[in-house]
């Protein structure tokens, strides 16, 4: 593919792509005209109801007379809020990703026995087959983690005697078995990355049966297979918080989408793993990482709020960073006056910072938090609630456990890899019904000309046809 690309020359490319443009625009007034709900948004914001779930709420506002009305966020797997997951694991000083797991998949939480079961099931299912790493992962090395995983999930069909019965236990199998061998293929990919492309040593470690999730994972992407409890429990709790947020979000209502085709498991997940890579979902944490590197690039000292408020205006106003106008990490399509995830990473943002060369870096972070509400006001007269999001301190946690920014995205999908299973298994149940919304066509109807009637014209690139009537 990439051989038959070099052939074309630029001009010919520039030529097609003036072509394609020209035939390709919308009239955004078309939009209001016909109250389309673009990205399945209502005019105030708020999300098209597209279904109904048992699975989790993302709560960000309440609505009185019609009105939106902001609230502190709360999420809330199966009835439960997360942050009481999350504190009463901190309290009892254990791990909790698999206990979401099973949460989330079972609608109840676990009993000791039950979740004692469940870890070592997971153990044991993230052996993958014989020579997979070695045919799909060491032989078709890639420079991005997310493509090589969807790649990888996709081929994992062929090694599955019954990949296509959508019956609720096969695919909990299914579902089981990704999520515990979705963080095997992550970390591999990685090593084959890191040797491939970074030109560093490749390291593959054996499985450890009594180690969960988060212990796994820093024990394979480290050579020396060394990490803290500390650490562990820190990956454990951002897993936690990125396990599930709601079936509007774009990933997961890939993967409902999918799903309700009657598609087999590995295409839906593989659907959420495309979908979850780009940057304005998933990836968005990348853009934030950037972001940071940039302002530490361009000002003398990132813990001036001063400093630091002249150079976001810079970058509200297109004179700076990426040229988006962009605020990376700031705003939320449903969390107002603030994200729950966020207020979790960023108490463990300031508390392993503190004392470390990474204090600075979450001073910055803060700034950032603060100062861009009322940047927002008084550059664009944006009036309505801007918090931070749950992507702002998430790189800071990851530069803070020594995990690579290839990873950063690639850690997301690991642990929403439960909610998408959720989210199929709950349409496969409860749904029955393909998604088809529809599109208005706005093409003006036109004759079909015949080929004798086209008249030809020869501009050395390619050849154009213009329409007798047209000339």
């Known amino acids: 593919m990439s051989e038959y690309i070099s052939n074309?020359?630029?001009?010919?490319?520039?030529?097609?792509?003036?072509?394609?443009?020209?035939?390709n625009y919308i009239n955004p007034d078309y939009y209001g005209r016909f109250d389309v709900k673009r990205g399945l948004r209502n005019s105030d914001?708020?999300?098209?109801?597209?279904?109904?779930?048992?699975?989790c709420s993302v709560e960000g506002y309440y609505v009185d007379d019609g009105e939106r009305v902001p609230k502190n966020g709360r999420l809330v797997y199966r009835g439960i809020n997360m942050s009481d997951i999350v504190e009463n694991c901190e309290k009892e000083n254990r791990f909790g990703f698999e206990e979401v797991v099973w949460l989330l998949l079972f609608g109840a939480l676990p009993t000791g026995a039950q979740l004692d079961s469940f870890r070592r099931v997971l153990a044991e299912c993230r052996e993958l087959p014989d020579e997979f790493i070695e045919d799909m992962i060491m032989k078709v090395p890639s420079p991005d983690i997310m493509n090589k995983v969807a790649r990888c999930v996709l081929a994992l069909y062929s090694y599955d005697p019954n990949p296509d019965d959508t019956s609720p236990e096969n695919v909990l199998r299914q579902s089981v078995q990704l999520i515990a061998q979705i963080p095997v293929i992550m970390t591999?990919?990685?090593?084959?990355?890191?040797?491939?492309?970074?030109?560093?040593?490749?390291?593959?470690?054996?499985?450890?049966?009594?180690?969960?999730?988060?212990?796994?994972?820093?024990?394979?992407?480290?050579?020396?297979?060394?990490?803290?409890?500390?650490?562990?429990?820190?990956?454990?709790?951002?897993?936690?918080?990125?396990?599930?947020?709601?079936?509007?979000?774009?990933?997961t209502f890939a993967t409902r989408c999918i799903t309700s085709s009657g598609t087999d498991t590995y295409s839906a997940i593989a659907a959420g793993i495309g979908a979850l890579k780009g940057p304005r979902h998933g990836g968005a944490n990348i853009k934030v990482h950037k972001m940071v590197q940039d302002i530490k690039e361009n000002i003398s000292d990132i813990?001036?709020?001063?400093?630091?408020?002249?150079?976001?205006?810079?970058?509200?106003?297109?004179?700076?960073?990426?040229?988006?106008?962009?605020?990376?990490?700031?705003?939320?399509?449903?969390?107002?006056?603030?994200?729950?995830r966020a207020l979790i990473l960023r108490r463990y943002a300031e508390k392993f910072s503190k004392?470390?060369?990474?204090?600075?870096?979450?001073?910055?972070?803060?700034?950032i938090e603060h100062l861009t509400p009322e940047l927002f006001a008084k550059i664009r007269g944006e009036k309505k609630k801007i918090c931070?999001?749950?992507d702002l301190y998430s790189g800071l946690i990851y530069d803070l456990l020594g995990i690579p920014q290839d990873l950063f995205t690639p850690l997301?999908?690991?642990?929403?890899?439960?909610?998408?299973?959720?989210?199929?298994?709950?349409?496969?149940?409860?749904?029955?019904?393909?998604?088809?919304?529809?599109?208005?066509n706005?093409?003006?109807?036109r004759k079909y000309v015949p080929m004798s009637e086209r008249i030809p014209r020869n501009d050395g690139i390619q050849k154009e046809y213009i329409p007798i009537e047209e000339r």
């Open 8 to 23: 074309i020359s630029n001009a010919a490319l520039s030529s097609l792509c003036e072509e394609l443009r020209k035939n």
């Open 45 to 55: 914001g708020t999300g098209v109801l597209a279904g109904l779930t048992r699975i």
């Open 188 to 251: 591999c990919a990685y090593q084959v990355k890191s040797r491939v492309y970074d030109k560093k040593s490749m390291f593959f470690h054996q499985n450890k049966l009594e180690l969960g999730t988060a212990e796994s994972i820093l024990r394979a992407i480290r050579n020396d297979k060394k990490f803290t409890d500390e650490e562990a429990k820190l990956l454990d709790i951002c897993m936690i918080i990125h396990a599930e947020h709601g079936g509007g979000n774009n990933s």
């Open 303 to 340: 813990t001036d709020e001063g400093q630091v408020a002249d150079y976001l205006a810079k970058i509200m106003n297109k004179k700076a960073g990426d040229g988006s106008g962009l605020i990376y990490g700031m705003g939320h399509a449903v969390y107002t006056l603030s994200d729950p």
């Open 355 to 367: 004392g470390t060369e990474k204090e600075a870096d979450f001073m910055l972070l803060n700034h």
């Open 388 to 390: 931070a999001n749950v």
């Open 412 to 440: 997301f999908m690991a642990a929403r890899t439960a909610g998408w299973a959720a989210h199929r298994i709950e349409e496969i149940t409860s749904n029955g019904k393909i998604v088809r919304p529809a599109y208005k």
């Open 442 to 445: 706005v093409t003006i109807p």
